[in-house]
């Protein structure tokens, strides 16, 4: 064998993972060449201490549980002057060019039954746009609305980023210069046996996953994304994720109150259906601010109401963030690093003797959230529902792309009321058919500068564009 075999060998069975090794001399010479690289390329260190996290005790088994400070979505007193006071500040940060957009996008559509990157997915009502098209258009309403020229920052993965990147060029960027938007691939980790022993996909591979969607931050750092934002004066990231077509990344009131405060990442709620609805709240867990699990709650804070008869813990996460660039800085140094979340499952892992057999593997992800605990100060902020939060995550049923495609065109509805446009009559479904154009605003009092609008006439009803 040469040189490098014994070099990978050495490293190996110093790392304890040796075993991967078994059946290389069953390799033909381009195949362990093509092995030799993939092990080389296996960051032992991390291996290590994804073994630690294993090795470690579960945590406190009685946290102690708080809810957050919410700056409310009705809002009386002196709250409604503050909000006025912060939609200004906001509103200077992104005539600035002082806010870039950050969008998670790393995920197939083969839930949806579509053989795509997610934000292909074709989601306009009536115009057909994909999730990538309806945030472009956003963003350049955005640049249009506050005189600036924004940037995107898009993070895809191993599996679609060659795909993405195609996309967007294919469609000329939906307008936006190619030079705006800034692509970089999201890190994947080995996955390990419960014994802490790296699995193999095939005989010449490693199984990868991805290491979730807190995993942008290191990415930023190490794709040259921080750097790049800094240079173009950027000092702040509206992060959103793809499959959320009614995410406002530029939302003045709420960069506004995220700069007043000081704070250095904030977000967006929306209050709970109820206390059954299984979904993640913010809250202070052991005087952290996180993202508690619905599991993680006991049943009797779940349910608990204050005096008013409303949730206590009612504020659902909808991975909408405010995140200072500075932050992502001091988080990607290596001084402060997010808690690991184990997935426990089967999967195809390749065995030298039988082949591709079903075992039980640990994939390692981290959240983004999980960053708030680090922030001394972090604003949150209720919107409605209705207005900012309809992902497309299932096929059919809840969140699937017939609930969220109603839900735009119940909110477009409203919008062209109340700006005096026509609407079509609603149809069987329950809800008009009517898709406005983002290039036209996403509040009511964008719509007051285009007078009275025209629309374009679909079979179904009408597009406004």
Same mark, same amino acid.
Not at 17 to 29: K, N, V
């Given at each position: 064998?040469?040189?490098?075999?014994?070099?990978?060998?050495?490293?190996?069975?110093q790392?304890?993972? =040796?075993?991967?090794?078994?059946?290389?001399?069953?390799?033909?010479?381009?195949?362990?060449?093509?092995?030799?690289?993939?092990?080389?390329?296996?960051d032992?260190?991390?291996?290590?201490?994804?073994?630690s996290? %294993?090795?470690q005790?579960a945590?406190? =088994?009685?946290?102690?549980?708080?809810?957050?400070?919410?700056?409310?979505?009705?809002?009386?007193g002196?709250?409604?002057?503050?909000?006025?006071?912060?939609?200004?500040?906001?509103?200077?940060?992104?005539?600035?060019?002082?806010?870039?957009? %950050?969008?998670?996008?790393?995920?197939?559509?083969?839930?949806?039954?579509?053989?795509?990157?997610?934000?292909?997915?074709?989601?306009?009502?009536?115009?057909?746009?994909?999730?990538?098209e309806?945030?472009?258009?956003?963003?350049?309403?955005?640049?249009?609305?506050?005189?600036?020229?924004?940037?995107?920052y898009?993070m895809?993965s191993?599996?679609?980023d060659?795909?993405?990147?195609?996309?967007f060029?294919?469609?000329?960027?939906?307008?936006l210069?190619?030079e705006q938007?800034?692509f970089?691939p999201?890190?994947?980790?080995?996955a390990?046996?419960?014994e802490g022993l790296?699995?193999r996909?095939s005989?010449?591979? %490693?199984?990868?996953?991805?290491t979730?969607?807190?995993?942008?931050?290191?990415?930023?750092?190490?794709?040259?994304?921080?750097?790049?934002a800094?240079?173009?004066r950027?000092?702040?990231?509206?992060?959103?994720? *793809?499959?959320?077509?009614?995410a406002?990344?530029?939302?003045?009131?709420?960069?506004?109150?995220?700069?007043?405060?000081?704070?250095?990442?904030?977000?967006?709620?929306?209050?709970?259906?109820?206390?059954?609805e299984?979904?993640?709240?913010?809250?202070?867990?052991?005087?952290?601010?996180?993202?508690?699990?619905?599991?993680?709650?006991?049943?009797?804070?779940?349910?608990?109401?204050?005096?008013?008869?409303e949730? *206590?813990?009612?504020?659902g996460?909808?991975?909408?963030?405010?995140?200072?660039?500075?932050?992502?800085?001091?988080?990607t140094r290596?001084?402060?690093? %997010?808690?690991?979340?184990l997935a426990?499952?089967?999967?195809?892992?390749?065995?030298?003797?039988?082949g591709l057999?079903?075992?039980?593997?640990?994939?390692?992800?981290?959240?983004?959230?999980?960053?708030?605990?680090?922030?001394?100060q972090s604003?949150?902020?209720?919107?409605?529902r209705e207005?900012e939060?309809?992902?497309?995550?299932?096929?059919?049923?809840?969140?699937?792309?017939?609930?969220?495609?109603?839900?735009?065109?119940r909110?477009?509805?409203?919008?062209?009321?109340?700006?005096?446009?026509?609407?079509?009559?609603?149809?069987?479904?329950?809800?008009?058919?009517?898709e406005?154009?983002?290039?036209?605003?996403?509040?009511?009092?964008?719509?007051?500068?285009?007078?009275?609008?025209?629309?374009?006439?679909?079979?179904?009803?009408?597009?406004?564009?």
């Open positions: 064998m040469g040189s490098d075999y014994q070099q990978v060998r050495a490293a190996l069975e790392a304890g993972q =040796q075993h991967l090794l078994a059946g290389f001399d069953a390799l033909r010479g381009p195949e362990q060449a093509e092995y030799l690289r993939e092990l080389s390329a296996l032992l260190a991390r291996v290590a201490q994804l073994r996290v %294993l090795a005790p945590g406190a =088994q009685d946290p102690r549980f708080a809810p957050p400070q919410i700056f409310p979505l009705q809002r009386q002196s709250l409604e002057p503050r909000a006025q006071t912060a939609r200004a500040r906001g509103a200077e940060a992104f005539a600035s060019g002082a806010v870039a957009a %950050l969008t998670v996008a790393g995920g197939q559509a083969s839930r949806l039954g579509y053989d795509a990157p997610k934000g292909v997915y074709p989601i306009g009502p009536l115009s057909g746009w994909s999730l990538f309806i945030f472009a258009r956003k963003l350049r309403a955005a640049g249009a609305r506050y005189g600036f020229r924004p940037l995107w898009l895809t191993p599996a679609n060659a795909q993405t990147r195609a996309y060029e294919e469609r000329g960027f939906f307008g210069a190619p938007v800034f970089f999201q890190d994947m980790l080995p390990l046996s419960p790296v699995i996909a005989a010449t591979s %490693l199984f990868r996953a991805p979730g969607h807190g995993g942008v931050l290191d990415a930023l750092q190490r794709s040259g994304a921080l750097a790049h800094r240079e173009h950027v000092r702040q990231f509206a992060y959103f994720q *793809v499959d959320n077509p009614l406002s990344p530029f939302d003045p009131l709420f960069f506004g109150l995220h700069l007043a405060e000081g704070a250095r990442m904030s977000s967006k709620v929306v209050k709970k259906r109820d206390a059954a299984k979904v993640g709240v913010l809250g202070y867990l052991d005087d952290k601010l996180s993202c508690i699990e619905y599991s993680d709650m006991p049943a009797h804070l779940r349910e608990s109401v204050d005096e008013r008869g949730l *206590v813990y009612s504020a996460n909808i991975a909408i963030h405010a995140i200072e660039l500075g932050f992502v800085e001091e988080l290596g001084a402060l690093e %997010l808690p690991w979340h426990k499952k089967k999967m195809p892992v390749f065995d030298p003797q039988q057999v079903e075992r039980e593997g640990i994939k390692f992800e981290t959240f983004v959230f999980d960053a708030l605990g680090f922030s001394p604003v949150v902020l209720e919107v409605a207005r939060f309809s992902p497309v995550k299932n096929a059919s049923g809840a969140d699937s792309p017939a609930t969220t495609r109603a839900d735009m065109c909110l477009h509805a409203g919008y062209a009321q109340r700006a005096g446009w026509e609407v079509p009559t609603a149809g069987s479904e329950g809800h008009p058919w009517i406005i154009d983002p290039l036209l605003g996403e509040e009511p009092e964008h719509f007051d500068t285009h007078g009275p609008r025209h629309p374009q006439r679909h079979p179904k009803g009408h597009l406004y564009s």
